[in-house]
């Protein structure tokens, strides 16, 4: 099977990072393949999965260590094997991303909003804040936070988790005027920072185009690769999604790169799960064993991926 130079890039690229945020990618491990095959993998195979992308030994013990402590994961000790696997916590943090990451395509957009008015001392409000922006919320004016669409699943549960649903104000509004739309999208360029958007989506797209025309030319991808692009892949455009808006294309510049982000994605996640799955099901471990076959969640993403 062949591997692509291409590939091993952006590996090296990826190895030269400084910092080495090993958390970050074992996170995105956990939520893009361990949690959809049982959850749980025995801790050497992750080590042995994680050498190609220039994690030694050390820093995955240590990245797993601080993940335990910030309560993202937990282990199991079994003989001397250790288990590791996402928390409640660390599960429902991802699953709000994993709504965003594996969408087919944005919503159409109805002209409602959801509007947020903290009502609490800054310091409290800082973590709150930050946490709506992972969500797609911006600062519309002045103490006042919005985001496209009326569904709030994901702000339930952030309000919950940290305490706070009794000390904000939570509203529905709708924008109808024409009007109102154009100077909307005027706001939208700088209340989301679309520019900083527009570059880090950019960059995305110059990377991984050339991977989408390699794997196009080539015959059959060896599954480590697979592995290893999906995880990249899935990486670093999660960590574009934790800064992006949801803004629907209403409000965005008609040739937005967000798009073009989105549509690369799918089609190199399409690409390359099946080579990545026969990588997790035959290299990796839990406490039975193999890992077991990808529940039928996983299917699900990109809009449907045919079952292997």
């Not at 004016?141 to 994901?154: E, F, I, K, N």
């Not at 939570?170 to 209340?191: F, G, P, Y």
Request: hydrophobic share 40%; net charge neutral; proline share 3%.
């Amino acid at each position: 099977m062949a591997k692509l130079k291409c590939i091993e890039s952006l590996l090296t690229d990826f190895q030269s990072q400084r910092p080495m945020r090993g958390g970050s990618l074992i996170v995105s491990i956990f939520g893009d393949s361990i949690a959809q095959h049982g959850g749980s993998v025995w801790l050497g195979s992750l080590i042995e999965a994680l050498k190609p992308f220039g994690l030694n030994q050390r820093l995955v013990r240590t990245s797993v260590y601080r993940l335990i402590q910030d309560n993202w994961l937990s282990s199991v000790q079994i003989g001397r094997r250790s288990y590791y696997s996402f928390t409640e916590f660390g599960l429902r943090q991802y699953q709000k991303t994993a709504r965003r990451i594996y969408s087919a395509h944005r919503e159409k957009w109805d002209g409602q909003w959801t509007l947020l008015m903290p009502a609490f001392v800054e310091g409290e409000r800082d973590e709150l804040i930050r946490e709506l922006r992972w969500l797609g919320y911006g600062a519309l004016t002045s103490g006042v936070l919005a985001r496209p669409g009326a569904d709030r699943r994901s702000l339930d549960e952030t309000l919950q988790e940290l305490g706070v649903v009794d000390k904000v104000v939570v509203m529905n509004a709708h924008s109808e005027e024409l009007a109102s739309q154009k100077v909307l999208k005027q706001m939208s360029q700088t209340c989301w920072n679309l520019d900083e958007l527009e570059t880090r989506y950019s960059d995305f797209l110059t990377r991984f185009r050339p991977v989408m025309a390699a794997i196009n030319k080539s015959k059959s991808l060896e599954p480590g690769q697979c592995f290893q692009l999906r995880t990249l892949l899935i990486h670093e455009y999660r960590r574009i999604l934790l800064k992006d808006t949801d803004l629907p294309d209403d409000l965005l510049p008609a040739d937005w790169a967000g798009k073009a982000a989105l549509n690369l994605t799918s089609n190199i996640y399409r690409a390359t799960y099946v080579g990545a799955e026969e990588y997790l099901l035959g290299l990796m471990e839990n406490a039975d064993g193999k890992l077991p076959r990808a529940d039928a969640h996983f299917y699900e993403r990109f809009g449907g991926l045919a079952e292997a």
